[in-house]
């Protein structure tokens, strides 16, 4: 493709983050909407028309060899993610794979590896870290001096485990289809966490665990993760990550450094940043701090544009934009890995991890 022009994205899923990824697309210059992949034509056509594309697939080599779709957006289920941008991107598609990107690292950098020999574009849509207030946290860790602690946690009660407990299997607790609490809400933790601090020397995980619901009792894959912590050594720092699915998270995260605490809202969607200042006032019976300093931050209503704008803004060619690219890609390799091995420890296991 030539720098500026439109890039033509397909989509694979028909679920509420993909018609809320097709609205940021709608009020997005840079690119159109090409059309939908679904099993079921019908339903792909039905879903390409709402939103105004005019392609339909329900097979997956129809859509990779399509000469009208320069890109693919995939937001199927985990466990599929890898073989479907695999497919696309050894077809010279670039691809925007919806978080989590993989079951699990080794998927994932098979599917980077493709990506790098075809000189396409593959980039996880982490919608939080491609935002103004992500950027925001980035550029006040100066200020803090030499960090040493940092808390982030993001944790609220699903309306589905009510399902689950009443005995229903659920897609996002089925450890078939690479879910769980770690990869649909926990990954929010995770991968904030390398962005700034990169990989641990150290990863501790305990996580709370349940049966998944008609999983034969000797199966590999009969345990699911509703919550949990980990616990990450830097040497240097320590990073402690809280998630789950059946309690409520309110508290704020906090980066904690030698000179200053940064303190924000919203792990999804950083905002209300303030940066207090240590101040030494001899024994006192609680933390107090000094000066203030607040940072503005203005984040998009529906900010999965941010992710969409550096994607093609990569795809188009821009050599800060592939750079940024090859980073996240980096990201997310080292999240994967953290969360294979938190999963590993709790005796979690994805078909993925059992393949060669």
Known sequence: MTQGQKVRIAT???SGIAQRFLDALAGYEGATYAGAYSRDLGRARAFSSEHGGTLAFDSLDELCACPDADAVYISSPNAVHASQALACVRAGKHVLVEKAFASNAREAKRVFDAAAEQGVVAMEAMRSIHTPGFRAVV???????????????????????????????LNVFDPRLAGGSLMDIGIYCVEPAMALFE????????????????EPADSPYRKVDLA???????????????FGKVSDDLAPCQVEGERATLIYQYITKPHDLRVVEHVDRGMT?????GNERTVAVENPENDMVCELADFCEAVNGDAVAI???????DVTLASLEVMDEARAQAGIRFPADDEA
């Open 228 to 242: 949990g912590a980990i616990l990450l050594g830097y040497g240097d720092k320590v990073v402690t990550l809280s």
């Open 12 to 14: 694979i899923g028909t």
């Open 285 to 289: 019976w609680g933390t107090v701090g």
């Open 323 to 329: 750079e940024h690219a090859n980073m996240w890609a």
């Open 139 to 169: 550029e006040a860790l100066p200020q803090l001096g030499e960090v040493r602690l940092a808390q982030m946690g993001f944790a609220k009660v699903t309306s589905r485990i009510s399902r689950l407990r009443a005995g229903e299997r």
């Open 199 to 214: 990989r641990p020397s150290t990863v501790s995980a305990s996580l709370v665990t349940t049966q998944v619901p008609g």
